[in-house]
């Protein structure tokens, strides 16, 4: 699978982004997804988790409240909405799908993305 993440850029703190994980496959629809995120210098981390259908998820602590996550199976694309965004959040955000369930474990996801970059200014 395939995975294309866009919708970063340079937003003032509290402002917003929507950044997408699209692929042409549609065995995405059977797939969970996740977004993960890597700050300069700093190991990549969980941010959330959508389980295949979209009917659960769940997201780091310091996210909750801020960003959501969704998944449209007919479009084969997940998104992750971000609001209120700090200075903090500044990183590359991966996108990241496998088979089944989701899950927090980085090497638990057998196709990424290629990154995509949001810079938060304070």
């Known amino acids: 699978v395939q995975l294309q993440a866009s919708g970063g850029g340079l937003v003032q703190a509290g402002g917003s982004l929507r950044l997408s994980c699209a692929t042409s496959?549609?065995?995405?629809?059977?797939?969970?997804a996740a977004w993960f995120r890597q700050a300069p210098g700093k190991e990549r981390e969980f941010v959330a988790a959508i389980s295949w259908s979209g009917g659960s998820a769940t997201y780091v602590d310091s996210v909750k409240g801020r960003f959501t996550i969704s998944k449209d199976n007919a479009e084969n694309t997940a998104y992750l909405q971000t609001n209120s965004l700090k200075p903090e959040d500044t990183a590359v955000y991966y996108c990241?799908?496998?088979?089944?369930?989701?899950?927090?474990?980085?090497?638990?996801?057998?196709?990424w993305g290629q990154g995509t970059q949001v810079t938060v200014s304070s």
């Open positions: 990241a799908a496998r088979p089944g369930g989701w899950s927090s474990i980085r090497t638990g996801y057998d196709y």
């Open positions: 496959e549609g065995t995405f629809r059977k797939y969970a």
